[in-house]
């Protein structure tokens, strides 16, 4: 029943959306092709000349005149009776009768009918009448975007299009064309209730007032709007209806302000907009009791799109309890019809209206259509990847998302990355704006992605297993009472087990995922826990080298220690015990290489000086490569920063990455030159090792994997204990050009110096 009247509540919001189009669009055929050019504008309500789009001297009328009678039509028939057309079914060159009032007396001229003429058909066209369009566009966009679809997103929705007529009706109404000057009064009326409405429940209901209250309110309004309909009301009464909407929505903000004090922002904004697009429509409608409207009161309308604009801010700033902006995939479509449709008009209008011939104006017409075809097929696509990047948030496209999706999982190296590709791209791709990442594991259940939902809000282990008799179908209100947020459960299978749970909620634009659609996201289910377990693996085995090379180091320091408080020991008191008298130079030479082969392995294992740092161990590594003696490389050091202190593991890889460097330029590069310079400061450590060795060749890209295959595995070790840090390590080489390395490291807030 519930999907019934949604899709009844989708057809009619479609219907009132395309009726009221299809209405701006005709009536505004009316205002450049049924009105008469009559080659002079006068005012509505006093009759009174206030422009002449001829040229003065070769025209009767002057400006200033006040006009009696045209046609045999007088004045007070024209006022009283919505239905009268001034030089209706007058031809070009037609002589037509006109009676004015000039200085105080009567006089009759005879007018010969201009018919079309640009500087009048510019005068209508650079008006108000494009503001109909822009209203009925913020009705589209309400209904298309805005969500939840209850009574503030169907009076928001009505009022945006029933204000779109107003304004249109009201550009032609003075020629009382096709019954424009009924309905503008009509439509006033319909518009007091929905107006009086909608600010009654916006930004948040004032009290529930019973039905019948606004079931009267609209009767009445529909009441005036008949008697308008049928002229049984005066003429001028509308704009008593106008100013009781205007005021009205004054009021009803004011009281929203005093009653409800969390939302006084808000509605303090709406205030501010409101006065600022009425204070001159209320003089307008205050000129208009006294039936004297000014040449460019009609001006006055142009501060109206503020009121619209506003409501989408506010609403776009989510503060409206549940009301808020959805997005939706047809939006670029919306938007470039509308773009490419105003562009035709401005280029047909004025052929059609010019006295070119109709086999011209068909070649014109056909010329147009193709430039149309060919910029919809050029220029579209461009526009609508625009538009959803920006607008919208869609990173990938939605049609080859699969494939895009499985060839970017292969390059994410670690969870975080791969996390950060499903809340960054792949959700906003799909319009998913609340989803839920679980992980289960063991008798765990961790939360890896949450966005829109609270911790609270999620199922625990023993739950969210239980959820999985729902996966793979779509979960309407009602069907979890538990979670109603849920609206789809996938699973994240390797083989039998359960590894993990997607649990996605509301989606724009209408929290549907329908069945053609559920095996897609199954599917990329289904490679996230692939990509998953093999990340899962990696961060396992990474563990594991990790505790190795600890194992290693603590092994090479108990190493060090034992050869420097034993061995060396041992050797010094041996030395005490010889009898020098009987020694031979021979000896003396041999143990004194010995002790110092042996202090050259201890400091190798852990060099002393990091005990006090990595800015003194740096230094002793490059003093010990600056000794005399051996086929060693030039390392000159170049340092910057404080005797800053890091964390014992941070400083152990770090000077580990700059002594494996060097020994790779000695041993493999053939370098003469090695540089490394260092940037020591609190926020972390920056290093950079350039030689002047032989080179490598690297190809398009260098990955730890591609320096295992070719053999660099001094390069692999830089790069994984890089890795195990969290720092980030940058290869450049080419062949006879030397190899430069680069390592960054930045402290995080929860390390301290030690």
């Known amino acids: 029943m519930r999907t019934k009247f949604s899709t009844l509540q989708r057809f009619g919001g479609t219907l009132v959306s395309v009726a009221s189009l299809l209405i701006i669009l005709l009536f505004t055929y009316a205002r450049f092709f049924e009105v008469p050019y009559s080659g002079f504008h006068f005012s509505s309500s006093t009759g009174k000349v206030d422009e002449i789009y001829l040229p003065v001297d070769s025209v009767p009328l002057q400006i200033g005149d006040v006009i009696k009678n045209i046609g045999g039509i007088s004045w007070e028939d024209y006022q009283s009776d919505g239905t009268v057309i001034f030089f209706e079914n007058a031809q070009v060159g037609d002589v037509v009768e006109i009676i004015v009032s000039r200085n105080g007396a009567e006089k009759i001229i005879p007018w010969n009918f201009p018919g079309f003429n640009s500087a009048e058909f510019n005068a209508r066209f650079f008006n108000l009448w ?16 805005i969500r939840p679809r209850d009574l ?52 948040r209901p004032l009290r529930n007032l019973p039905r019948w209250v606004w079931y009267a309110l609209y009767l009445v309004g529909f009441i005036f709007a008949v008697g308008e309909l049928t002229q049984a009301l005066p003429r001028s009464v509308y704009f008593l209806g106008f100013l009781l909407m205007l005021l009205g929505m004054i009021a009803l903000l004011i009281v929203h302000a005093v009653r409800q004090p969390d939302q006084r922002r808000e509605v303090a904004l709406v205030g501010v907009a409101v006065l600022a697009a009425i204070l001159p429509v209320i003089s307008l409608g205050t000129a208009g009791l006294a039936n004297h409207i000014p040449q460019i009161g009609p001006l006055a309308l142009a501060a109206l799109p503020i009121i619209p604009s506003v409501y989408f801010y506010i609403v776009y700033q989510q503060r409206l309890g549940g009301l808020e902006l959805r997005a939706n995939r047809f939006l670029s479509i919306y938007a470039f019809l ?17 006295s070119i011939s109709t086999g011209t104006l068909i070649i014109l017409s056909m010329v147009t259509a193709l430039l149309a075809a060919y910029v919809s097929i050029a220029v579209f696509p461009a526009f609508r990847s625009l538009v959803d990047q920006r607008l919208l948030g869609i990173r990938l496209p939605y049609q080859n998302l699969l494939e895009i999706y499985s060839s970017r999982i292969t390059t994410s190296s670690s969870m975080p990355e791969l996390l950060r590709l499903l809340e960054n791209e792949v959700f906003p791709s799909l319009l998913v704006r609340q989803f839920a990442f679980l992980q289960l594991s063991g008798v765990t259940r961790d939360t890896l992605l949450a966005k829109g939902i609270e911790e609270n809000q999620l199922p625990g282990r023993e739950e969210a297993i239980s959820l999985t008799a729902l996966a793979g179908r779509f979960l309407p209100p009602g069907d979890n009472p538990a979670h109603p947020w849920i609206r ?33 996201l199954q599917s990329l289910a289904d490679q996230t826990a692939i990509a998953m377990s093999n990340l899962l693996q990696t961060e396992r085995l990474r563990t594991l080298y990790q505790l190795d090379i600890d194992r290693r180091e603590q092994e090479r320091l108990r190493l060090a220690l034992e050869l420097h408080d034993s061995v060396l020991n041992q050797l010094a008191v041996l030395r005490m015990n010889v009898d020098e008298s009987n020694l031979s130079p021979n000896f003396q030479q041999a143990y004194e290489e010995v002790v110092q082969r042996l202090r050259e392995i201890v400091s190798d294992l852990r060099p002393p000086m990091l005990n006090y740092g990595l800015k003194l161990a740096l230094e002793e590594l490059a003093q010990d490569w600056m000794e005399p003696g051996g086929n060693r490389a030039r390392v000159t050091l170049a340092m910057w920063g404080d005797e800053e202190r890091y964390p014992q593991n941070i400083e152990q890889h770090l000077f580990r990455i700059v002594q494996e460097a060097c020994e790779n330029a000695l041993r493999h590069a053939k370098a003469a030159n090695v540089l490394v310079s260092a940037q020591l400061d609190a926020q972390g450590v920056s290093l950079d090792i350039q030689d002047d060795g032989i080179g490598f060749e690297m190809g398009e890209r260098l990955e730890l994997d591609d320096l295992l295959i070719h053999k660099h595995f001094g390069l692999a070790g830089i790069v994984e204990r890089a890795n195990l840090i969290g720092a980030q390590a940058s290869i450049w080489s080419e062949p006879r050009t030397g190899t430069r390395i680069r390592v960054v490291w930045n402290r995080t807030p929860l390390q301290g110096p030690e």
């Open 130 to 145: 494009w503001l109909a369009y822009f209203f009925w566009i913020f009705g589209l966009l309400t209904q298309v975007l």
């Open 152 to 203: 503030r997103w169907r009076l928001m929705s009505l009022a945006y299009y029933l204000t779109g007529l107003w304004v249109i009706f009201g550009t032609v109404s003075a020629s009382s064309v096709w019954g424009s000057s009924l309905l503008l009064h009509a439509v006033t009326w319909l518009l007091v209730p929905v107006y009086l409405h909608l600010h009654w429940i916006f930004p």
């Open 338 to 354: 509308i773009l490419l449709g105003t562009v035709l008009l401005l280029l047909l209008a004025p052929a059609a209206l010019s």
């Open 488 to 520: 789809l459960i996938l699973s994240l299978k390797l083989g039998e087990t359960v590894i993990g749970l997607w649990l996605l909620g509301r989606r724009d634009p209408d929290d549907a995922y329908h069945e053609v659609e559920i095996p897609i």
